[in-house]
């Protein structure tokens, strides 16, 4: 079984622009989470999606959002980049009825 | 929200050597995971261990949910164990959604 898929591993944009992140599940995994990581504020929780519809969202702000498709797929996106954006994004899946999470191998963003 | 603490923070030991990582959460949980991080950003599942005890080669686990801590064992140290150790604890907000909260990770050398 595959893992958790993410694309692209790295991305360097510039301020202001905007950026797509994708994430793949396992497959029959209908659970997708984002996570931030950042050597200041470690891994925070970003939003999980079930079914196409966002249950949860963290303490980000609007300019981070994203959506589910029907085949589980999940894309982030950020616009009007900063700086702080910086990180390392990371995508988990777990599937229904269990509370496990497998993370993909992650998107390391950079913003120059 | 939860809150979760890792100790130590840093640790370096000798090749062959036992350690002790802790994980201490501030509330009860639905669940909470062991991850070792690689050096490539990956979360790499070690335990889902909500309670009780896990044995996995020379890694095992212990979590004693009443009194909200965890505990994970490596034995018989090896370079290939370097890297950071998370521990996230697991909980239902609003609309059935789940989110892990991580603490911020131990960092193990092991040195030949």
């Known amino acids: 079984k595959a893992g958790v898929t993410q694309t692209p591993r790295y991305l360097i944009k510039t301020r202001g622009q905007q950026v797509t992140l994708s994430c793949s599940p396992i497959?029959?995994?209908?659970?997708v989470s984002w996570y931030q990581q950042t050597p200041g504020q470690g891994l925070q929780f970003l939003f999980e999606y079930f079914s196409e519809t966002q249950r949860n969202k963290g303490n980000f702000p609007g300019r981070f959002s994203g959506r589910q498709f029907s085949n589980s797929r999940s894309e982030m996106n950020v616009s009007t980049l900063e700086l702080g954006d910086s990180a390392l994004y990371l995508c988990?899946?777990?599937?229904?009825?269990?509370?496990?999470?497998?993370f993909g191998q992650g998107t390391r963003l950079t913003v120059v | 929200g939860i809150q979760v603490e890792q100790s130590p923070p840093d640790l370096i030991l000798q090749e062959g050597a036992n350690s002790t990582l802790r994980c201490n959460f501030s509330?009860?949980?639905?669940?909470l995971q062991w991850f070792h991080q690689n050096p490539w950003g990956q979360l790499i599942n070690l335990f889902y261990i909500p309670s009780g005890t896990k044995q996995n080669g020379r890694l095992s686990a212990t979590t004693v949910a009443t009194e909200r801590y965890s505990l994970l064992y490596i034995s018989s140290s090896q370079t290939t164990d370097s890297g950071v150790y998370f521990c996230a604890v697991g909980s239902y907000s609003g609309a059935g959604s789940y989110q892990l909260t991580f603490g911020k990770g131990t960092k193990l050398s092991v040195i030949p």
């Open positions: 497959s029959g995994h209908r659970s």
């Open positions: 988990a899946s777990s599937s229904e009825g269990t509370t496990e999470a497998f």
């Open positions: 509330d009860s949980v639905n669940n």
